[in-house]
């Protein structure tokens, strides 16, 4: 069956801005093309106002419906995409954009009454939801590494993903992936009589102002690799672990005089980026709220932890801990559950360290966007690891050490722009 006999040059736009001192960015005169005896379709459209980052849906009609009713393939099938789509794309208020889809290599053998293409723009201050950046080198592990410019590709979700999505490898290794998390207030620390609690996790409410990323997954010795040459690795795809926070960032956080050291991963990353991502560690608060997704249980799946001594098969599901593991050293990342918002390991694995000071206890007053103390002995890990029978808990805080139990998870400072509603 003909796919492309069927399909109507429809179009349609959608606007995801800022309120931004620059002009909003602006799609118009959207037109789909299917080509002649193909399966290929041609998307033109137009962007004025300022860059942006460019996404694609694509929308069939209801059947038996008189006028247009968008039913919206799912973003799986809308993966084959080149030209100007899902990376930053300046604006030009003369020239058209043009977007290639592969719709027979995404979507065979399926014919379609009509379709039309949905362009989102989003401001480079409020990129799409999912930042997908490029470290460079062959999957394989090769020794072909560059010191090429850095940067992001934006998809609205997941399974947006190219490659087959998150199931590959790739994003294990050449591509560090970042998921963007929304603002909101959580409860932070654990109640008493939390089994595994410590006297240190106060619960109090907190307010994560501003949307920020966070990486879908923990850093891993791949990516370590192509960021700081290092060298091969047996197990590129396991976390990078028994770094020092001054390899990791350095500087001294909180304080206003607060610099990362230019050649320390996140410093070298930063430096490679263009345009510029204000790449560091989550605070302990983000990658609490992260890690909880909405949840206020011991476990991100909702659930509690039902024993220490013997395996609980509610942090089996999620976590390797003392008793999946069976204490035998961290493993490939991705391969438990991951948290309502997509996020793997957040629980077990490895510990994660944050950029924030150790504090003795988080009190009971309510905080929006704590950075914790000024300064003490240590910096807050998070999450427990392979090892642990207590510490694999979302509200487990505990002293950062250089061992190898202990890695990291890469976040993105919290965003300054305000979304727009969209318009079509």
């Known amino acids: 069956m003909s796919m492309t006999k069927k399909l109507a040059a429809l179009g349609a736009a959608v606007l995801i801005g800022t309120g931004a001192a620059l002009a909003a960015p602006a799609v118009s005169d959207v037109r789909l093309a299917p080509r002649a005896d193909s399966r290929t379709v041609d998307i033109y459209y137009k962007l004025t106002g300022d860059n942006a980052y460019i996404t694609l849906a694509i929308e069939t009609n209801a059947l038996a419906s008189p006028e247009w009713q968008g039913v919206k393939i799912a973003d799986g099938l809308v993966t084959r995409l080149g030209g100007d789509v899902a990376r930053l794309i300046p604006a030009d208020a003369d020239n058209d954009k043009h977007i290639v889809w592969n719709a027979g290599e995404d979507w065979p053998d399926v014919e379609i009454g009509e379709a039309r293409a949905v362009v989102t723009a ?36 997941a399974e947006a993903l190219p490659h087959g999505g998150l199931t590959n490898d790739i994003y294990r290794t050449c591509l560090l992936v970042m998921r963007r998390i929304p603002a909101g207030a959580f409860m932070m620390g654990s109640p008493y009589g939390e089994l595994g609690r410590n006297n240190n996790e106060h619960l109090h409410l907190v307010t994560i102002s501003h949307a920020f990323y966070i990486g879908v997954f923990e850093f891993t010795k791949g990516q370590w690799r ?18 020092s926070f001054v390899n990791l960032r350095g500087g001294t956080w909180p304080a206003e005089d607060d610099v990362i050291s230019p050649s320390s991963l996140i410093g070298t990353l930063r430096g490679r980026c263009n345009p510029f991502f204000e790449f560091d560690l989550p605070t302990e608060a983000e990658w609490e709220y992260a890690c909880r997704a909405g ?116 976040a993105i400072r919290p965003l300054t722009g305000v979304p727009v509603p969209p318009q079509q």
């Open 122 to 157: 989003w401001a480079t201050n409020y990129p799409p939801p999912y930042l997908v950046f490029d470290l460079g080198g062959e999957h394989g592990g090769g020794d072909y590494f560059t010191l090429h410019k850095i940067s992001a590709m934006g998809y609205p979700s």
């Open 295 to 410: 949840t206020q249980t011991s476990l991100h799946n909702g659930k509690n932890l039902t024993s220490t001594d013997v395996a609980c098969p509610n942090r089996a599901e999620i976590a390797w801990d003392f008793f999946e593991s069976g204490n035998t050293g961290h493993r490939r990342v991705g391969e438990k559950m991951p948290n309502a918002w997509g996020l793997y390991d957040m629980i077990g694995n490895v510990y994660e360290g944050t950029r924030d000071w150790l504090s003795d206890g988080l009190g009971s007053a309510s905080a929006v966007d704590p950075v914790g103390p000024a300064t003490v002995d240590t910096r807050v890990k998070k999450g427990g690891a392979f090892n642990g029978r207590l510490d694999p808990r979302a509200g487990y805080r505990g002293e950062y050490l250089q061992e190898g139990a202990t890695g990291f998870r890469l």
């Open 226 to 243: 192509r960021i700081k040459y290092a060298t091969p690795t047996s197990i590129p795809h396991n976390p990078a672990e028994s770094e």
